[in-house]
């Protein structure tokens, strides 16, 4: 049994090592394409304590996630051990993978097939919370920049927001046609939850954490606050959602979306390019960190047992 667990442990431990080598070769080509493209020569850090601000904030981000974990399987009888191992796990697996599979199926445990559908039921509401949340936000951002300049635009956003907001509030029927496998049965058989109002309100304060981080590491490489970048972010957000992901997750795919919607607003590139990257730093590779420790012990615990 301790063979099987350290064997468990290294397969483990060497599939993340892995990934991350493949994470430095991914940073390694797009470095050599920036630096053609892009000049970090004169960009400094002018203000630290807007750069450590932001960075006092990621707490703050990680509580949230979990409260949103935790209330979205509040109606399932889960005991908090199980509920600490498949949040972390979906943090580990979110580091290479889409949002919305690590919260689904990253979560998945290897027997218990009704605890991995609660596990999959939670992923689908807390991730049509945060997009429901971000479309909603980037028509308003839509409408405040451009109002009838690009109507297309807004119109996206709005239809994409309600469309999403009608399927987060109402519980959708399967067609009789796939009620006839036990699958659909037991996704239909779930209990709803009670608490989607919180998790939407949740929702909305991470994302206004999110934005005041993005706004403060932009302070600290010292381009001055303005209103109107609030509402360019609110787009940029939005398009970056409905944006494809990569391996890694939307790793360099975030900071050129977020480059071309503030460079077309005639800010500067390289200084949203490198605060793109340092919010996702911030709260994307510290709770990986923190969630690779975690199992560690946990596999040390059970192999020590």
């Not at 797009?30 to 990621?58: G, M, R």
């Not at 510290?286 to 020590?304: C, E, G, H």
Request: aromatic share 20%.
């Amino acid at each position: 049994m301790q063979r099987e667990s350290k064997a468990t442990q290294f397969n483990a431990t060497l599939e993340v090592f892995i990934r991350f080598l493949l994470l430095a070769c991914l940073f390694t080509i797009s470095y050599k394409v920036f630096y053609k493209w892009l000049s970090f020569e004169a960009i400094k850090v002018t203000n630290y304590f807007f750069l450590f601000c932001a960075f006092l904030l990621f707490p703050i981000n990680f509580w949230l996630e979990w409260k949103r974990f935790q209330r979205s399987v509040d109606q399932h009888s889960i005991p908090q051990s199980d509920q600490y191992h498949a949040f972390y796990q979906g943090i580990v697996v979110s580091f290479f993978t889409p949002a919305f599979i690590a919260t689904t199926f990253g979560r998945f445990g290897i027997k218990d097939r009704l605890r991995n559908l609660q596990w999959m039921g939670a992923g689908v509401l807390t991730g049509l919370a945060q997009f429901t949340v971000t479309m909603l936000f980037a028509f308003g951002g839509s409408l405040f920049l451009f109002g009838v300049n690009r109507l297309y635009v807004t119109f996206i956003f709005f239809g994409v927001s309600v469309l999403s907001l009608f399927a987060y509030f109402f519980k959708i029927k399967f067609p009789d046609r796939l009620m006839r496998w036990k699958l659909f049965q037991d996704i239909q058989a779930l209990p709803p939850s009670q608490n989607k109002g919180q998790i939407l309100i949740l929702s909305v304060v991470r994302y206004a954490v999110f934005s005041i981080q993005f706004h403060l590491v932009l302070l600290a490489f010292g381009v001055p606050f303005d209103l109107q970048q609030v509402f360019i972010l609110m787009i940029s957000y939005g398009l970056i959602t409905l944006s494809p992901s990569i391996l890694f997750g939307k790793i360099v795919l975030r900071e050129l979306i977020a480059v071309a919607v503030f460079s077309w607003f005639a800010y500067p590139k390289e200084e949203i390019m490198l605060t793109a990257f340092f919010t996702w730093g911030f709260n994307v590779v510290l709770p990986v960190l923190i969630a690779l420790i975690r199992i560690s012990s946990t596999w040390k615990a059970r192999f020590l047992s």
